[in-house]
């Protein structure tokens, strides 16, 4: 029964997200914000809802351990098993500078993360503060700094602003709700199973919210639209730290569990230097990218529960 109900949760979670960004794109098209900042700023705010729909709700029932490992496991998916899925259908060629900028802030918020672990500093109303505003600094100047031709986002038909917020509040409502049963029968099948609810965080419920993210990926890639994924995916890991973990700083006090600070906090820095690394060096993304991050992925998983 609790599989059922992790697979309705999971469809929710989906659906809202899909409808959620169907607005945000429409709303952005509207404010004119440019391909990739429109990836960066408002379809990974969308596509991170699922993770913090599901993390609020961890801290507030008290499994912040899931929180924790939703991120730092949804952060992992994104960089690897996403971009290298997208980069095998429709490699990334001509890297920008400010798409370096974007992996160099992932970079700086990996080792923050690192850092925070080490001095046993915890998520709390101040880092949520900290967190937000430093968040809000980043998408100004991913706004700014946005340089693609607007004319190229063709992904959505164009709402009025009143379609897109309906779009937006019923994919709220599915999520938060959808959240509520996902992170309940995962917290059911981890207890059944014996498996620490760090390790069901970082692998399952990361991949389920990872999945908004995944499709987009895909689609771009099929489309041929690419900077839409690759904006999606450093803008949402963004979102994810700084945004999701945020706010659930406001719901209460929590650190990272130490399961996840030994390991699977370095698996994430080490795959953001990983895409870092060929995104400055070889101001690509190509298929030798997409077969290497997808085996680590799948060596990844398998260790978790090996």
Do not use: W
């Not at 596509?47 to 929180?67: G, Q």
């Not at 960089?79 to 370096?100: C, D, E, K, R």
């Not at 967190?131 to 063709?154: C, H, P, R, W």
């Not at 895909?218 to 839409?228: E, G, P």
């Amino acid at each position: 029964m609790d599989f059922i109900i992790l697979i309705i949760g999971l469809a929710m979670l989906i659906g809202g997200a899909e409808s959620v960004v169907r607005g945000s794109v429409s709303l952005g098209k509207k404010l004119k914000i440019s391909l990739f900042a429109i990836g960066v700023v408002v379809i990974a705010a969308g596509t991170s809802l699922p993770e913090l729909a599901n993390c609020v709700r961890a801290v507030v029932s008290n499994h912040p351990d899931i929180a924790v490992g939703d991120i730092v496991g949804s952060n992992i998916a994104n960089i690897i098993l996403i971009m290298g899925a997208t980069t095998l259908l429709y490699p990334i060629s001509g890297v920008n500078q400010n798409q370096i900028n974007q992996a160099i802030i992932n970079i700086i918020i990996a080792f923050v993360l690192i850092a925070m672990s080490i001095l046993l500093i915890q998520f709390n109303l101040i880092f949520g503060v900290l967190a937000l505003i430093s968040l809000t600094l980043i998408m100004v100047y991913q706004v700014k700094a946005g340089s693609l031709n607007f004319s190229d986002v063709e992904e959505q038909g164009e709402y009025s602003l009143l379609v897109s917020g309906v779009f937006i509040i019923i994919g709220i409502l599915f999520l938060v709700y959808g959240s509520k049963y996902f992170v309940s029968a995962a917290v059911n099948i981890a207890t059944a199973y014996g498996i620490p609810e760090s390790v069901i965080g970082v692998s399952l419920v990361a991949f389920g919210t990872s999945l908004p993210e995944l499709a987009v990926g895909v689609l771009s890639a099929l489309r041929k639209k690419i900077d839409f994924a690759l904006g999606n995916v450093l803008g949402s890991n963004i979102y994810n730290v700084l945004g999701v973990l945020g706010v659930s700083s406001f719901f209460g006090q929590f650190s990272i569990p130490p399961l996840i600070a030994s390991f699977d906090l370095y698996v994430m820095t080490a795959v953001i230097l990983l895409i870092a690394v060929f995104m400055f060096a070889f101001k690509r993304l190509g298929r030798t990218y997409g077969i290497l991050s997808l085996a680590i992925y799948i060596s990844f998983i398998g260790y978790l529960y090996i």
